[in-house]
């Protein structure tokens, strides 16, 4: 009884990203085993200073009474930026053969909650109306795909807000709250390994890959 009852406890998946001007402020949190597992992490935003982009990170993760947390800079040059997309690139070609598995996983998935507030002008009222309409467009498509991916439960809410001033502006607020059990988490994961195992990939080398930090 106790195991059927962990395996169905939820995982809770939320994610935040709050954009004021050029500021970013990006926040993915995982709970699990009704709170004894917490995962935070504050994903990487980038500054540029006048010479060099930098590049800020925090996270912590949590295991009842076990604790870990730590903050980064790192400054990035052209370098960095180049192997940054390599990088990427080699992401894009590991996980082309995942897409099969990607929509079977996130098909277990529950959207419980979707807020996505906008604020966009461009200092001529014609040129914000026109950005206004294209951020709905934007929006509604991917809320379109979203919905072709996940199983929504709670009716979405977006806004988008015209800013008729002089001075240009983008702020947008978006939080999300998805859902899948322990059971459905394991599932996937077994499902990971044997796609892995087939495509003779480890999990060492998608860390690699993974990584924030370049090399």
């Not at 099969?100 to 807020?115: F, P, Q, S």
Request: hydrophobic share 45%.
């Amino acid at each position: 009884m106790l195991i059927l009852i962990v395996m169905l406890s939820p995982i809770v998946i939320e994610g935040y990203l709050n954009r004021q001007d050029f500021a970013d402020e990006w926040i993915f949190k995982v709970r699990a085993l009704y709170g004894i597992v917490n995962y935070r992490k504050r994903i990487p935003f980038l500054d540029f200073n006048g010479r060099v982009l930098q590049l800020q990170q925090q996270s912590a993760f949590d295991i009842t009474a076990a604790h870990m947390d730590g903050e980064t800079d790192t400054e990035i040059d052209k370098d960095k930026v180049m192997t940054a997309i390599d990088r990427m690139q080699r992401i894009v070609h590991l996980f082309r053969n995942l897409e099969r598995w990607m929509r079977k996983a996130l098909a277990r998935v529950k959207l419980v909650e979707w807020n996505w507030k906008t604020d966009v002008g461009t200092g001529d009222a014609m040129w914000t109306a026109m950005a206004t309409g294209a951020v709905w467009s934007v929006k509604t498509a991917l809320l379109g795909l979203l919905s072709q991916l996940v199983r929504l439960k709670a009716e979405p809410v977006m806004v988008v807000q015209p800013i008729y001033t002089q001075q240009p502006c983008l702020r947008t607020e978006w939080t999300c709250k998805a859902t899948l059990s322990l059971w459905d988490g394991f599932v996937i994961t077994m499902q990971l390994l044997g796609r892995l195992r087939k495509t003779k990939t480890t999990f060492k080398e998608i860390q690699r890959l993974l990584r924030l930090s370049p090399t």
